[in-house]
């Protein structure tokens, strides 16, 4: 509330400051050149622009696209600011009355219209004060998106942008038609394709019908679509075609940087998709390796965190290389109602070809007890693990004794 006060109050300073001086002086050729704001503006755009690459919001070439279009723009709006703003004249009476006028006007009008509790960021829709200013900043972002669209209809990068903006701010109807007149005015951009499926899919709450015919249409223009990957890998699993999910996912493990947090959620994808598989008693792959050396032992959970997991909560037991890639070998599921379990991790287990537990010299065997059902670590969770074992190691003892941070 004081920080609101005192920037309100600076604020009205800085008003008074820009009014009074044209009125208390003669001064009518005086002007201000609006560049250097358009430029601060355009800059901000292209930082928010470049840290959606970093989180993966958008694409390198989608960023080039967008580089260029806000370079246009910059370039027209600096042609259209060279003119200067003339100040009017006035006398000193009129000065001393906006002096008077604008701060108490401004105290009335709030405090008539305005809503107090809301200058508490923690109480405005539960954002942080930052969260806020990034919301109003993207507000006034989209504004300018539509002023812009409605000046120019047949812009189809435009239209895709103003879409990817209204699903930021969880307006997907709105993002739904914007989508919609970027897809009629350029069928063929993937990216573009992917983004109005994954809108669909939000709004229907699943992936088929014209999402699923649009993320397949993005996957045909561009076999190495990352996002039309996810959706069908997550359409397929949705369906229960485990099988059909891996597939997908194992494409879109080849596209992921390796080691990265990324790499890391979509092999805890497969690596579910594949227990639900097995538990399932689905057709394995067809090019599954052999067997091979096999790890058994048991698997219990820790009297002290018995309390911590219920029954049906769901407990992966897998192995992993001691030195290399983070990536499961093997993975075996069980419910905590099971526990104590036995356990077998072999060849026939793996997660993506190649990656076979014979062809390490040692790994380590852990267990996670899921309470969201995903294989993918998540805070709150209970596992454990062993020290390095070859392949072909029997009666490893493996306990859940702690909680993931």
């Given at each position: 509330?004081?920080?609101?006060?005192?920037?309100?109050?600076?604020?009205?300073?800085?008003?008074?400051?820009?009014?009074?001086?044209?009125?208390?002086?003669?001064?009518?050729?005086?002007?201000?050149?609006?560049?250097?704001?358009?430029?601060?503006?355009?800059?901000?755009?292209?930082?928010?622009?470049?840290?959606?690459?970093?989180r993966g919001v958008?694409?390198?070439?989608?960023?080039?696209?967008?580089?260029?279009?806000?370079?246009?723009?910059?370039?027209?709006?600096?042609?259209?600011?060279?003119?200067?703003?003339?100040?009017?004249?006035?006398?000193?009476?009129?000065?001393?009355?906006?002096?008077?006028?604008?701060?108490?006007?401004?105290?009335?009008?709030?405090?008539?219209?305005?809503?107090?509790?809301?200058?508490?960021?923690?109480?405005?829709?539960?954002?942080?004060?930052?969260?806020?200013?990034?919301?109003?900043?993207?507000?006034?972002?989209?504004?300018?998106?539509?002023?812009?669209?409605?000046?120019?209809?047949?812009?189809?990068?435009?239209?895709?942008?103003?879409?990817?903006?209204?699903?930021?701010?969880?307006?997907?109807?709105?993002?739904?038609?914007?989508?919609?007149?970027?897809?009629?005015?350029?069928?063929?951009?993937?990216?573009?394709?992917?983004?109005?499926?994954?809108?669909?899919?939000?709004?229907?709450?699943?992936?088929?019908?014209?999402?699923?015919?649009?993320?397949?249409?993005?996957?045909?223009?561009?076999?190495?679509?990352?996002?039309?990957?996810?959706?069908?890998?997550?359409?397929?699993?949705?369906?229960?075609?485990y099988k059909g999910?891996?597939?997908?996912?194992?494409?879109?493990?080849?596209?992921?940087?390796?080691?990265?947090?990324?790499?890391?959620?979509?092999?805890?994808?497969?690596?579910?998709?594949r227990a639900k598989?097995?538990?399932?008693?689905?057709?394995?792959?067809?090019?599954?390796?052999?067997?091979?050396?096999?790890?058994?032992?048991?698997?219990?959970?820790?009297?002290?965190?018995?309390?911590?997991?219920?029954?049906?909560?769901?407990?992966?037991?897998?192995?992993?290389?001691?030195?290399?890639?983070?990536?499961?070998?093997?993975?075996?599921?069980?419910?905590?109602?099971?526990?104590?379990?036995?356990?077998?991790?072999?060849?026939?287990?793996?997660?993506?070809?190649?990656?076979?537990?014979?062809?390490?010299?040692?790994?380590?065997?852990?267990?996670?007890?899921?309470?969201?059902?995903?294989?993918?670590?998540?805070?709150?969770?209970?596992?454990?693990?062993?020290?390095?074992?070859?392949?072909?190691?029997?009666?490893?003892?493996?306990?859940?004794?702690?909680?993931?941070?």
């Amino acid at each position: 509330m004081v920080s609101f006060a005192l920037a309100a109050a600076l604020l009205v300073a800085v008003a008074l400051a820009f009014l009074l001086p044209p009125l208390l002086r003669r001064a009518p050729n005086a002007g201000v050149s609006i560049d250097a704001a358009n430029v601060s503006v355009y800059r901000d755009q292209l930082a928010d622009l470049e840290a959606d690459v970093k989180r993966g919001v958008l694409s390198a070439d989608q960023l080039a696209q967008a580089r260029t279009e806000i370079e246009r723009r910059l370039a027209d709006d600096l042609r259209a600011a060279d003119a200067p703003v003339s100040a009017p004249r006035s006398a000193r009476w009129v000065a001393l009355s906006i002096a008077i006028a604008v701060p108490a006007v401004a105290v009335v009008v709030y405090g008539l219209l305005g809503n107090p509790t809301a200058l508490d960021p923690e109480k405005r829709l539960g954002m942080t004060e930052q969260q806020a200013a990034g919301r109003d900043k993207m507000i006034e972002m989209t504004a300018k998106l539509e002023a812009r669209m409605q000046a120019k209809p047949d812009d189809p990068l435009g239209w895709a942008m103003l879409g990817r903006a209204y699903r930021m701010m969880g307006k997907m109807p709105d993002a739904q038609k914007a989508f919609a007149r970027s897809v009629a005015l350029k069928g063929d951009d993937a990216e573009v394709l992917a983004d109005y499926a994954e809108v669909l899919a939000v709004i229907a709450g699943r992936l088929d019908g014209d999402a699923l015919k649009l993320a397949q249409r993005a996957l045909a223009v561009d076999g190495r679509s990352e996002k039309a990957l996810a959706l069908l890998g997550t359409g397929a699993f949705d369906a229960e075609d485990y099988k059909g999910a891996i597939g997908y996912w194992e494409r879109l493990l080849a596209l992921a940087p390796p080691g990265s947090e990324y790499a890391q959620a979509i092999t805890g994808a497969i690596t579910e998709a594949r227990a639900k598989l097995t538990t399932a008693g689905g057709p394995q792959r067809k090019d599954a390796a052999a067997p091979g050396p096999k790890i058994a032992g048991t698997v219990a959970l820790a009297p002290a965190l018995a309390a911590e997991a219920s029954p049906d909560d769901a407990v992966f037991v897998f192995a992993r290389a001691e030195q290399g890639p983070r990536m499961p070998l093997a993975v075996q599921r069980f419910r905590v109602g099971d526990l104590p379990a036995a356990f077998s991790l072999d060849d026939s287990m793996a997660m993506a070809p190649g990656m076979n537990l014979s062809k390490f010299p040692r790994v380590v065997v852990g267990a996670r007890i899921s309470k969201s059902g995903s294989a993918t670590p998540q805070p709150g969770d209970l596992e454990g693990s062993t020290g390095a074992v070859e392949p072909g190691a029997k009666g490893v003892k493996l306990v859940i004794d702690r909680k993931t941070p």
